[in-house]
Structures are given as structure tokens and as C-alpha cells.
């Protein structure tokens, strides 16, 4: 690790000395090959000089990564670490199959775990690699030979490169815990600071009065009158109905069902069985209640005895106030007569209060009238404001783009000059690789060799086994023995028994068990018989029930109805007389402001001769905000009339 480590620190202050320098690239590598070959040794100083010149040969494949690191992941990075985010980028494009994992691993570890983990999750994730970083590597190169040579080689690479990331995040968790456990805690003092005086009473400002915001109405949260109107007139009819069904076929007469003349008695007698009507509701006209749109709604057993013993609560307790009535209990008659007159108090309150809400909605729309005109006057101050300031920007664009256009024909000149010096180092570079691939290949097929020889040592060690295994196989093996039922084990337990014997007795319970079941299904089908009669019985009490609460739900209607098509006079109260003072003063106001645009329209038409354009714009403006008034003041003069 010191070993990869010192030559990356070499790599990384020979790239930032030419950096600073901006000198040629060949005249670099030269003037550094010679500086350090005193210094290193020669394996050093090949792996030093063929990194460096890899780098600077593909620069723009490694500038296009490392931006995009410090731009999305890298935020917090510090650009001094550009140069070795460059060294491991070319480490891991061209260099990982001729190091070898090994020691690719060891030359990250050399350095700091946090950056080279951030980096290397960046580099080799997968919808990056595929997908931007193909693109603009494609922009220079081949998108085939990128693919080739670049794409699929890291992405081979890609589960040991995981592997290694999460062993560096290892590292920096338990380093981190360490600093955690060896670092002292502080212990805060507290300062010695001299008490202050204490402060005069300043005076209080004036609170300035907000005009109170309007109030949510009530009307938000509660149901219009017409779905309450349509849900009392649905449960009127569906009582109606209701009785008009059982009414019908409790006093349904045989007569009602007409006989032809023309047939004998015989037939008519066949022709009344067939198209006499499904007796279903006549045997039991409990079970079924028909609801307003003649559809059938079948009560079940829990419904039927709730509904009975609510009307039999009911029954008991009119009872109960029968009784009371005998015994000389007080009547509510004037207790009710003063709840009417406190409802009808109370429903001319409720009408001032909505008349005052209406009126205050109608100087609300008049005070937004005002306040928009206002408005419309100072922002085209603040138009004609900003049109200048544009203009003087619009300027200084200008002037800047002409500097930035000179500068950048000054940029490309000088890389075109730096692209002619490359192609030397990159022969150079080429002659150096081609050795170091002979010599790789020859220490692969002797390790191809050696594999082959111990394969088919393994094979044959196999061939043993299975032979042996195989033998074991074919080997006989004895079978069960016979077993007689009717014999006893004769383990000396206490109730022992042949299988014989055990099934006889398995056969006997199974036949007494079988009785049992039918004595209860017998009792199951009393009990069900007696609660099917109990049922019976509450359902004709819930019918009649129904029937004369129908009847007092239909008074109770008419009651309301009448009341409710004579509604009272909203009162004149103090509110309402101020409110439409205030509207009145208003909409005068209104009309005042309205009278000023006719009178300046004609002005816009004088306007100087060198913004045409500019004054047919206002003139459009300042007509349609005259027709929209015109428009709001015959809509207000017939709301008025109204």
C-alpha cells in the first residue's frame, strides 16, 4: 500500500505542476522522466510515466467524469482532490486489467477512504455508466469502440468494485466510532458577566386597526333547503306507500278479481289459480316492505327484534304518560305556545343577519372596483419604469457577449496548438503497452496450464467417489416383516389391543356419535320453529306500528308546509340602514372614478409619433376598461331595480 501510495502522490504533483505551469504536454513528461529517474527506481518510475502520460492523453474523458462527480455527488468535495479523482477514473478505465483487482484494491486503500468510496460509487453505477456517460464519451469517440473497450469492461467489473465500496464503508464507520469513543467531552463554564440594568418602560405603539375579515357562512356547513326538501318528501312517500301496500293486502276481497261470462265455471276457476296473485305477501306481509321506487326491502331476524322492542319502549312509555295525565300531571300547551313565538323571533334575526350579509357582499364588490382601478393606474407607472431599466440591460448584454466571443476564438486556438504535441507521447505510450500485453500473456497460459492439470486430477478423485457410491447401490437389502392384526404388541401397557379390535370399537363410538348428532338437529329444529312463531308475532305489532306513525309523519308535513309558505319580513334594524348608506356612497364614488377614463381617452391618441404601436396598445386597454365598467354599471342599475 506505501508502495502504490507514494507513486499516486507523484502522479497527482506532476499533473497540479502542469496545471500551474500551462506548459507543453511532451516537454512536461520529458522533463519529468528525467527528474525522476534519478530519484526511482525503474518499475516506479515506468508505472509513474505511463499513468501520468494516460492521463494527460485522455484528459477529456476524464474532465467529462470528474465535473459531473463534483456537480451531483461530489458538492462538498474539495477541488484540490480534481487531480485524484483523474488518477483513479484512469486507473479503473485502463489500467484494472493489467494491475489486476489486487492491486487496484490496494492502490485505493492507499488512499483517503471517503473520497475514493464517494468517487467510486459515482463511476460505477450502473444507469450513469449506461446512459449519460456513454453519451458524451460517444461525442468523441466511436459509440462502438466506446462500448467495446470502455462500457463493458467496467460493468464487468462491477460487483468486485461493489464489494470493495462496502468494505471502505466499513472502515469509515468504525473509524468514526473510534474518534467518537477517544474524544473528550467538553464541560461548559459558565461566563462571568456583570448584570445588566434593567431597561425603561418603553412607550406603546398605536395598534393599528385591520378591518375585520369577513365571516365564513353558516350556510357552508349545512345542506341546501332542496336536498333537505327532496329527502322529507322521499320518507313521505315511502311511508305512504307503505301503507297503501299493507292496506291492500290485508283488505284485498275475492271479488276483486273479475270472471268472464262466456266459459264455464270449471275453467274460470283455472284460469282465477293461474293469474291469481303470488301469495307470498298475503301469508306473510310482514317479512316484506316495498320501498317508493317498487323495489322489495327483506328484513332479517336481528332487524325485526330491534324494531320491536323499539316500538314496544315506545308503547310502555305513552302508557306511562297516560297514566301521569290521570293522576293530574301538567300539560305543555303554554310551554309550546312561547317555543313558537321564540322560532319565529328567531327566524327574523336569521333574515336581518342574511340581509346584512348580502349588503355586505355588495360593498365588498364595490371597494374591490375602487381598489382595482387604483391599481391598474400604478402599475403602468411601474411598466413604463421597467421598459427603461430592460433596455439598459439589453445594452450591457450586448457588450458582454462581444467579450465572451473574443475570448473563447482566443481558448480554441490555443487547444488546437496543444492536440499537434500529443500524438508523439500517444507512440510512445503504445510501443511501452505492447510489451507489457506479451509479457501477460505468456504468464496466462502458464497459469492456463497448471489449471488444466489440476481439473483433471479433481476429475479423476470424482470418478472414485461415484464408483464407490454406485457399488454401495447395487448392494441387497432386506424387506419388512409381516404383520399379523389380530396379535397383540405385548409391550405391558394397561389397555392394550390388537388393530382388529381397535376398529370394532373406533366403528361403535362412531354410532353413538351419530345419534347424538340427530337428537340435537331434532331439538335445533324446535327451537327454530318456536322463534320463527315469536317472529311472527312482532312483525304483525311492527306493521300496525308503522302504519300509524306513517299517519303522524304525514300531518306533521302539511304542519310545515304551511308554515313554511308564509315567511316573515326581514325586520329594518340599525345594520342594514348603515350598510346601505355606505353602498350608496360607494357606488357614487364609482361612478365619479368611471366619468375619468372618457374624458382621457382622446389624450392617448396625441401621444409623440415615435411609439405608435405603444399608444394603440393603450388606447385598446383603455377602451375595453371602459366597456367592462359600463358593463358592471348596468348590471348594479338592475340588481338595484330588482
Not at 465572451?404 to 482566443?410: G, L, N, V
Amino acid at each position: 500500500m506505501d508502495y502504490y501510495g507514494k507513486c499516486i502522490e507523484i502522479v497527482i504533483e506532476q499533473l497540479e505542476k502542469l496545471k500551474s505551469e500551462k506548459s507543453n504536454p511532451e516537454q512536461f513528461l520529458e522533463a519529468v522522466s528525467t527528474s525522476l529517474q534519478q530519484t526511482l527506481s525503474a518499475q516506479k518510475h515506468a508505472f509513474v510515466l505511463e499513468v501520468l502520460s494516460g492521463c494527460l492523453e485522455y484528459r477529456k474523458l476524464l474532465t467529462i467524469v470528474v465535473d459531473a462527480f463534483y456537480v451531483r455527488d461530489g458538492r462538498l468535495c474539495l477541488w484540490a482532490d480534481y487531480s485524484l479523482f483523474e488518477v483513479i477514473c484512469y486507473l479503473a478505465m485502463f489500467q484494472l486489467d493489467e494491475l489486476g483487482f489486487q492491486a487496484f484494491c490496494s492502490i485505493i486503500k492507499s488512499q483517503p477512504a471517503g473520497k475514493a468510496c464517494k468517487f467510486l460509487k459515482f463511476f460505477f453505477n450502473p444507469l450513469n455508466l449506461c446512459s449519460w456517460i456513454k453519451d458524451e464519451w460517444s461525442l468523441i469517440y466511436e459509440t462502438a469502440h466506446v462500448k467495446e473497450n470502455w462500457i463493458d469492461p467496467l460493468m464487468r467489473w462491477q460487483p468486485e468494485v461493489q464489494r470493495l465500496i462496502n468494505q471502505l464503508e466499513g472502515v469509515r464507520a468504525s473509524k468514526s466510532l473510534d474518534m467518537k469513543t477517544k474524544a473528550k467531552v467538553t464541560e461548559p463554564k459558565e461566563f462571568n458577566l456583570t448584570v445588566p440594568r434593567p431597561r425603561a418602560i418603553p412607550m406603546p405603539e398605536p395598534v393599528s386597526t385591520v378591518a375585520k375579515p369577513k365571516p365564513v357562512p353558516q350556510s357552508t356547513y349545512q345542506e341546501p333547503k332542496e336536498q333537505q326538501l327532496l329527502q322529507m318528501v322521499k320518507r313521505y312517500n315511502r311511508r305512504k306507500a307503505e301503507e297503501l301496500l299493507l292496506k291492500a293486502n290485508m283488505e284485498e276481497l275475492r271479488c276483486a278479481m273479475p270472471r268472464p261470462h262466456r266459459k264455464p265455471l270449471a275453467q274460470d276457476s283455472k284460469k282465477q289459480e293461474q293469474h291469481q296473485p303470488t301469495p307470498r305477501i298475503r301469508r306473510t306481509p310482514q317479512l316484506t316492505f316495498f320501498r317508493p321506487d317498487n323495489f322489495p326491502v327483506k328484513l332479517n331476524t336481528a332487524a325485526i327484534l330491534r324494531e320491536g322492542a323499539l316500538y314496544q319502549r315506545q308503547v310502555e312509555k305513552e302508557l306511562q304518560r297516560v297514566d301521569q295525565l290521570v293522576d293530574g300531571a301538567g300539560d305543555f300547551s303554554e310551554f309550546l305556545e312561547w317555543q313558537k313565538k321564540m322560532k319565529t323571533r328567531d327566524r327574523e334575526e336569521q333574515l336581518a343577519a342574511g340581509e346584512c350579509r348580502r349588503l355586505q357582499g355588495k360593498l365588498s364588490h364595490e371597494e374591490a372596483i375602487l381598489a382595482r382601478q387604483n391599481l391598474m393606474q400604478e402599475n403602468k407607472q411601474k411598466a413604463d419604469q421597467k421598459k427603461e431599466e430592460m433596455a439598459e440591460l439589453m445594452l450591457q448584454r450586448d457588450k458582454r457577449r462581444l467579450q465572451e466571443d473574443k475570448s473563447m476564438k482566443e481558448l480554441v486556438e490555443q487547444v488546437i496548438e496543444a492536440q499537434k504535441n500529443i500524438k508523439l507521447a500517444q507512440m510512445k505510450l503504445v510501443k511501452s503497452r505492447r510489451q507489457i500485453v506479451q509479457e501477460l500473456m505468456e504468464e496466462s497460459r502458464d497459469l492456463l496450464q497448471r489449471s488444466a492439470e489440476e481439473a483433471k486430477e479433481e476429475q479423476k478423485r470424482r470418478c472414485e467417489v461415484i464408483a464407490r457410491l454406485r457399488a454401495l447401490e447395487t448392494q441387497p437389502i432386506r424387506k419388512g416383516k409381516l404383520v399379523d392384526l389380530t396379535q397383540i404388541p405385548g409391550y405391558g401397557l394397561e389397555g392394550e389391543m390388537s388393530v382388529v379390535e381397535l376398529r370394532e370399537r373406533l366403528a361403535m363410538l362412531r354410532e353413538t356419535q351419530r345419534r347424538e348428532e340427530e337428537e340435537k338437529r331434532d331439538q335445533i329444529n324446535q327451537g327454530k320453529r318456536a322463534k320463527s312463531q315469536e317472529l311472527q308475532n312482532t312483525l304483525e305489532q311492527i306493521s300496525l306500528c308503522r302504519a300509524a306513525m306513517g299517519r303522524t309523519a304525514a300531518l306533521r308535513w302539511e304542519e310545515k308546509k304551511a308554515q313554511a309558505a308564509a315567511p316573515g319580513t326581514p325586520s329594518q334594524d340599525e345594520r342594514v340602514l348603515e350598510l346601505r348608506r355606505r353602498i350608496e356612497q360607494r357606488a357614487a364614488e364609482r361612478r365619479r372614478h368611471t366619468a375619468q377614463p372618457q374624458v382621457s381617452a382622446p389624450r392617448a391618441v396625441s401621444r409623440p409619433q415615435g411609439a405608435p404601436a405603444e399608444a394603440q396598445h393603450w388606447l385598446q386597454l383603455e377602451q375595453s376598461l371602459e366597456r367592462r365598467l359600463r358593463a358592471q354599471q348596468l348590471g348594479d342599475h338592475r340588481l338595484e331595480a330588482a
